[in-house]
């Protein structure tokens, strides 16, 4: 669970100025929130998280707002080209709000049920007034033409497996299809897009510096909800038939459980720290990978928390009180510089958690598909090249750096061991131990896809400096 940031929230106190209607609250906080992520500087999940708290009590409502953001957001390449066949000016001409609002209608009629096409006209028709857009006769021409005209999805008179064809019918954008064509085919690339649009399961890690997966999966179910253990992390339940926020658990209020998903969880295992190690996380954000290391050593040793946000070491300080981790000790720099001399070689294993595209979370995070492009993959790749020749300097002889992103491109992980490993000589690539064998490729790496393993698509390589 993203913790929000004071951009976030005064985003969305920013739209309190005007209430909407009790009726129509999911659909207006949905479109205030997509009008928010136009502007690119934050999270879906992190600003749903705050609206959710702050301003939708009804369990209904928090469905149908969760819904209508997440569906929006990966099928707003569908949604987007559909618009276009019907719309006598060009997409970009419109406003946030306008565009957001068709969006949200067509979203509803192909891919939600029972709401009858009047019903979504007349809540657009209204939202378009409430923002001001001034455009209530457009929205209502248009949602009218295409319900008019379809009542199932149109697909594109292309190839089935062309780059145009299924990034459009899959809501993903044209350049990186065509990456994963190259990649993966026609027939996988598919499936990870299909991957991509499912709902993801809702996954936590079970905290052991509080409680066991059993006793917590026991009072989970006490509380109506179900909850299974995930197939690869021993310390994963995947839950299901949420009748509360997990915010609202007693498991959750008595740090027993941090929302995290599968694949993320299993970056730990693949550092593998003991107990009493002095362990670097030099990217460390937050503190999830950084509290579940914590855990693994049983809270004792020592865990130095690199990150440069004051927002997001506060965000890890208020995590790991809540959890019960003492050993960790939050240090705010800059990790693409030189951390100083006491840093050289003074750590048993390094964490490189690497900023990257998080095209292996688009499931998740499906805003993300729509911010990306090859100048962004520039500008990553560097960075994580240097964030990885920064921790080999920082770790023992003999001692281990995991370089994990959660990304499937091979430019992002890899090519940038690779790159690293013709440059230093003294690291060798060892596979994870102790994970299913499903997880490794015949290179020693660590990989998860959406389509393959139902979890975020991540990377991890185990490097291991000679003595």
């Avoid at 209430?19 to 207006?28: H, V």
């Avoid at 067509?106 to 028709?125: C, G, K, N, S, T």
Wanted: charged share 25%.
């Amino acid at each position: 669970m993203v913790s929000p940031s004071p951009r976030d929230g005064a985003l969305v106190s920013n739209a309190m100025a005007h209430r909407p209607t009790a009726a129509n609250a999911a659909r207006y906080w949905a479109v205030h929130i997509l009008n928010c992520l136009e502007k690119g500087r934050s999270f879906a999940e992190s600003l749903l998280d705050r609206c959710l708290r702050k301003n939708i009590p009804d369990p209904r409502d928090r469905r149908l707002l969760t819904e209508l953001v997440y569906g929006t957001l990966r099928m707003r390449g569908y949604c987007d080209w559909l618009i276009g066949r019907y719309l006598k000016r060009p997409l970009a001409s419109l406003n946030p709000p306008v565009l957001n609002i068709l969006r949200t209608g067509l979203y509803q009629h192909f891919h939600m049920d029972r709401i009858p096409p009047f019903a979504i006209v007349h809540e657009a028709v209204k939202l378009t007034r409430e923002f001001r857009g001034g455009s209530e006769d457009l929205v209502n021409a248009v949602l009218r033409r295409v319900f008019r005209c379809h009542s199932e999805p149109p697909l594109p008179r292309l190839e089935r497996e062309s780059p145009l064809y299924l990034s459009i019918v899959h809501s993903h954008p044209l350049w990186l299809v065509e990456k994963w064509l190259d990649l993966f085919g026609p027939q996988e690339t598919e499936a990870l897009c299909r991957a991509d649009n499912a709902v993801p399961p809702v996954v936590v890690r079970v905290n052991t510096l509080r409680a066991d997966r059993e006793s917590v999966r026991e009072g989970l179910t006490a509380e109506g909800m179900r909850a299974e253990e995930t197939p690869y992390s021993p310390d994963g339940l995947i839950v299901k038939d949420a009748r509360q926020p997990l915010w609202e658990t007693a498991a959750y209020k008595r740090g027993e459980i941090q929302v995290q998903d599968e694949a993320s969880q299993l970056v730990s295992y693949c550092l593998a720290p003991r107990r009493g190690e002095v362990i670097l996380d030099l990217c460390a954000g937050v503190g999830g990978k950084t509290s579940h290391m914590a855990a693994l050593m049983g809270n004792e040793g020592r865990i130095v928390a690199v990150d440069a946000s004051v927002g997001r070491l506060q965000a890890q300080r208020r995590l790991l009180e809540r959890l019960g981790v003492r050993i960790v000790t939050p240090l705010r720099a800059d990790a693409t510089q030189d951390l100083g001399p006491e840093f050289l070689a003074a750590f048993d294993r390094v964490l490189v958690d690497a900023p990257c595209s998080g095209l292996g979370t688009l499931r998740r995070a499906p805003e993300i598909r729509w911010r990306r492009d090859t100048s962004r993959l520039d500008k990553m790749t560097s960075l994580q090249r240097l964030l990885l020749r920064r921790a080999a300097a920082y770790v023992r002889p003999g001692g281990v750096v995991v370089y994990a992103t959660c990304s499937v491109l091979p430019e992002e992980n890899e090519e940038i061991v690779g790159d690293f490993l013709d440059e230093n000589g003294g690291f060798e690539v060892a596979g994870p131990e102790g994970l299913d064998p499903s997880l490794t490729d015949g290179d020693g790496f660590f990989r998860t896809y959406p389509h393959r393993h139902d979890t975020d698509g991540f990377f991890g390589a185990v490097l291991i400096r000679r003595s």
